[in-house]
């Protein structure tokens, strides 16, 4: 939902009327002008939209009882979104314009409204309601707390309008509503020549604290099978939350890869980075034919960080095995399944854990009757449909780095379990789950002595990193498995 403009008027007593604020969305307009293609019509001058606004309000023209193109019987009142008529055309048009009146103020909105001809219901729009809602909050923070105005208050208030919507109403989009009174982050904007990126809704006043949390994701497809490839990918992501005193405050992050580390490829930054050696963004796993000068790090990344948590870059890389390898077997044998199932932890993994599970699903069977069924380290649990073991293996590996399932289990039970037609036969996966912290399997991490800020107070800095399971699969190798004949894609 997104707001093509908005107006603060002031009527006072019908004797004075004034747009006391407006505000313009460049984008939203170019928006609406593509979707309405030929039935486009532009948002006129605040003048304009001012008569037009009080003439559907009734506020104009006190002394004559009917106004036609208000009065008419034709036309539907449907406040508070009401339809103004720039031209007698039928397409010189503007709706629906939502309008809050509280004295001595009209607060209106006009949103982007996606559909075309015929009109949806009123009910069916997002955009009216979060409209609405916005206009109600900014009414509460123009008012202040006893839902009063005065003149200097509302004058003040009034001026802090185009800080609030950057926090609130970023390029047109609501997020939040104002609270009353000023709002405690907002202040406004110094006097010079630095201006605001469009990036950076508002300033930061407090504590100056910065957050660097890098994360790791592994995907694998282990298939036990000489004929079959097993896949497996990393792709990582460093989020930074940057709460920073100064209009244009800079930092700079620095990812480092150990002496032997594999460089990072596929590497994208957010539009708030400064400037990026353009040897980091050359670097990409589609290139098979790599010559080894590949650049290595350390990888920089100035920028001026939005107020909001941001995704800083996003990066691939290739490690050589797995953190987990896994051996997975199934038999069907005399009226039960003989399951054995092998994992690994390997030695380039830290053996300390957040979580660490295996499921296991069975489609297309009858309920869990039995389940005779040991394992060398962690508990088997077994879910209220009986229709998946969990063997949870909690925070460490044995010293052995290997722990192992035997046993067999029996379906009989009276309601069948879920269907899934590509789980057929001994078709069967483990889904392993687990968290790892203080680890990326790239070795790639961010010394919080290389974050480097130039603000004009030193801030505290923290920074994390872990590696995440995701989509991290063991088939079955003693049935058919899906197989993919090239890359996993990201």
Known sequence: ????????????KGDHVSVRFSRRFPTVEYRAKSLAGTSYQAVPEDSTVLQLLLTELGLADTDKPYVAQRDDCLSQQRTPALELHVDSSAKGVLWPVLAISHSPLILACLPLVEAGEPRPPLTSLLS????L??????????????????????ASRLAMMPSVLQQVCPLGTPLDVPKAGPP??????????????????GHHRGRALVNVALTEMVRCMQYGNPSRQDLWDVYGTVTCKCEVEGVLPNVTVTLSLPPNGSPLQDILAHPCVTSLDSSILSASSVDDGSDGSA????????????????????????????????SYQLKEEENQLRVSVSLKLHESVKNTFDFCEARLPFFNRDQMSSVEVK??????????????????????????????MEGGIRFSGQVPGPVDPLYTDLTAYIKLFFKVPDMTLSGCSVDQHSVQVYSCAKPK??????????????????????????????
């Open 128 to 131: 009216v309601s979060q409209g």
């Open 1 to 12: 939902m997104s707001l093509r403009a908005l107006w603060v008027i002031s009527h006072e």
């Open 133 to 154: 809602t916005l206009l109600e909050g900014l009414q509460r923070f123009l008012c202040g707390s006893g839902n009063k105005t005065d003149g200097d208050g509302l």
């Open 461 to 490: 800095i923290l920074t994390c990193r872990d590696l995440q399971s995701k989509e991290y699969f063991i088939w079955n190798s003693t049935g058919p498995a899906p197989v993919s004949s090239g890359r996993m894609i990201l």
């Open 184 to 201: 405690p982050t907002a202040v406004p904007a110094p006097a010079g020549s630095q201006r605001q990126p469009a990036w950076r809704t």
């Open 375 to 404: 394992v060398s380290s962690g508990h088997l649990d077994v879910n209220k449909e009986k229709n998946l073991l969990v063997w949870v293996l909690g925070q460490k590996f044995p010293k052995s780095r290997e722990v192992t």
């Open 295 to 326: 650049f290595s790090g350390p990888y920089k990344f100035p920028f001026c960080p939005p107020l909001e948590q941001f995704k800083l870059c996003s990066y691939t890389s290739q490690v050589p095995v797995p953190p987990i390898l896994g």
